[in-house]
């Protein structure tokens, strides 16, 4: 039988010493099952007490014992209270695996029961070649030859797309332009395998526009969809050749000096700087076509200034800001007035970020206008020195290229915290329109996202979430950039999160399905069968059809 053996006055005394004098005895034990206070056993004892408990009444599982003990006034003591699980016995032959249930899908009205095979392993091929190409699951538990039923185990499977050999050849494509997917045009694949698409872009606007393209095999297949972006711009006719030029210095536009290009493209500046200024000047030069369209402007700096007739300059150094010096040595020349053009290091120059820079998302470059001092001398070949020039240029167009890192789903990536004219990039791609949850920590930076068209992202919230700080949007492209810069301390550093994919509780996924659908845990564990319904339901991720939510209770 199943007994609880001794139960010993000495445990009962420690117990309950906080409530019995010193001076008083104990004189009567009394104690119960379960909550059956009614049902209570006492029994007399002037000391060491022990008895004998017949448990096979009860049930297998968890149970408690109570008891307490009475003085000699009647007085008595809390009640102890102590837990124990009664198990049930089984031989190995009882408890052998006998059948098993299984269901595919959450079909569980349609499972079926089989006899558990000497083998172990049962074959679900049978039911697994009726089912559409796609995502599955298949949910199995075994009963042993007592009837007791085992946890259910859950595993999901992907049955691929099959066709037979020879007979998915390529027959067709559609294609639709900026996802007009409603005016798609279906037309048979030429022989040559190659598609032109020359006229069905002629009729667009001048911008940027996507096409998007399937094909189909003879069975009807359809491969995933193709997008491509593509810039249409001004047709220029094919007569674009370049004719004429125009320069101007420093910001002197309104005399600007024009004239026909020659033959072969090299314009021939006869300057005649006499009458300029020492100093620091700005040259600036655009071209034009035939149609006269006018190319981008081209700048380049220049420094003027003269040596004293005595002596040869061996040497001009020249500096950015607050930076280091460049010297530069020539060859000894003398009575000769230095024009030289001068370069530097775009980052270097660059003192700090301003906040109307401009984006350009095709080729990751970052435009900003800064004004900057810049400083020139000269020195002779005794070591002599010039007196400095130093001069200011206002609204100069920098290009900053920074260093771009590729950010995968829950992979923290961290980089020096960018200061003064730095710029540090973040590139993130997963699927349109998915939610994603961004965390950056240190440096104090300031962040700015960006679409695959160099647009701004403006339309996110701000949450926490388990304690921490999130951004949270969608993604209104594929590729979206993040560009972090002004940063306080270049010895900190920047850490960057991102978790794709996701949706929020801001988004009744169970709505956009015609029936309801059982939600998992991460962990593969059914929180909910049949669901209609998120509510009620503890915050964290969870797995809906194929997709996965965050929960958040506000």
Not at 341 to 369: E, I
């Amino acid at each position: 039988m199943n007994r609880v053996i001794h139960i010993g006055l000495t445990l009962l005394a420690l117990i309950c010493c906080s409530f019995l004098a010193a001076q008083n005895s104990i004189t009567k034990c009394e104690y119960w099952l379960d909550s059956r206070y009614d049902n209570r056993t006492a029994e007399n004892t002037s000391g060491n007490f022990q008895t004998t408990i017949d448990l096979n009444a009860l049930a297998d599982g968890l149970h408690s014992l109570s008891f307490l003990v009475i003085d000699d006034n009647g007085a008595k003591s809390p009640v102890a209270i102590k837990y124990f699980v009664k198990f049930v016995g089984h031989s190995s032959a009882v408890n052998a695996l006998a059948d098993c249930e299984y269901w595919i899908d959450d079909n569980f009205d349609q499972r079926k029961t089989a006899t558990m095979p000497a083998t172990g392993i049962i074959d679900l091929s049978e039911e697994i070649g009726t089912l559409r190409p796609g995502l599955h699951s298949v949910s199995m538990r075994v009963l042993d030859k007592a009837g007791n039923v085992s946890p259910v185990a859950v595993k999901y499977f992907v049955k691929p797309q099959t066709s037979l050999s020879g007979d998915n050849v390529i027959k067709k494509y559609e294609y639709w332009i900026d996802r007009d997917f409603e005016h798609r045009k279906t037309v048979n694949m030429p022989a040559a395998g190659v598609v032109n698409f020359g006229v069905a872009l002629a009729s667009l606007s001048n911008g940027l526009h996507s096409i998007s393209m399937r094909v189909l095999d003879k069975a009807g297949n359809a491969s995933p969809v193709m997008l491509r972006y593509f810039l249409k711009s001004k047709d220029s006719g094919i007569d674009n050749d370049l004719k004429s030029y125009e320069y101007w210095f420093n910001d002197d536009f309104a005399h600007r000096t024009s004239g026909t290009l020659a033959s072969d493209g090299i314009i021939d500046l006869d300057i005649d700087v006499a009458s300029f200024r020492r100093g620091l000047h700005l040259l600036r030069c655009r071209v034009f076509d035939t149609k006269g369209n006018a190319s981008a402007t081209y700048s380049k700096l220049f420094v003027l200034t003269e040596s004293d007739g005595l002596s040869r300059l061996v040497a001009y150094d020249y500096w950015i800001n607050d930076n280091e010096r460049i010297r530069t040595e020539v060859s000894p020349r003398k009575n000769i007035v230095v024009a030289k053009t001068l370069s530097f290091n775009h980052n270097t120059a660059l003192r700090r970020v301003p906040d109307d820079y401009t984006f350009n998302a095709d080729k990751k470059t970052v435009l900003c206008k800064d004004t900057f001092t810049i400083g020139f001398q000269v020195f002779d070949n005794k070591g002599t020195g010039s007196v400095a020039v130093i001069d200011t240029i206002k609204n100069y167009d920098l290009t900053i290229r920074p260093v771009f890192s590729e950010l995968s789903d829950g992979v923290p990536d961290q980089v020096n915290t960018p200061t003064g004219g730095e710029i540090v990039g973040f590139s993130y791609t997963a699927l349109e329109a998915d939610s994603t949850h961004w965390t950056v920590s240190g440096g104090n930076t300031k962040l700015d996202f960006y679409d695959a068209n160099g647009n701004p992202i403006e339309n996110y919230d701000v949450r926490e979430i388990d304690g921490v700080p999130t951004i949270c949007f969608r993604l209104p492209t594929a590729t979206v950039f993040l560009l972090t810069y002004g940063g306080d301390d270049s010895q900190t550093e920047t850490t960057v999160t991102v978790a794709g994919n996701i949706s929020t509780d801001d988004v009744n996924v169970l709505n956009d399905s015609d029936r309801p659908q059982s939600v998992y845990t991460i962990m593969g564990i059914r929180a909910r069968k049949d669901a209609s319904s998120l509510e009620g339901l503890p915050e964290g991720y969870y797995i809906v059809g194929k997709q996965k939510i965050y929960i958040r209770h506000r």
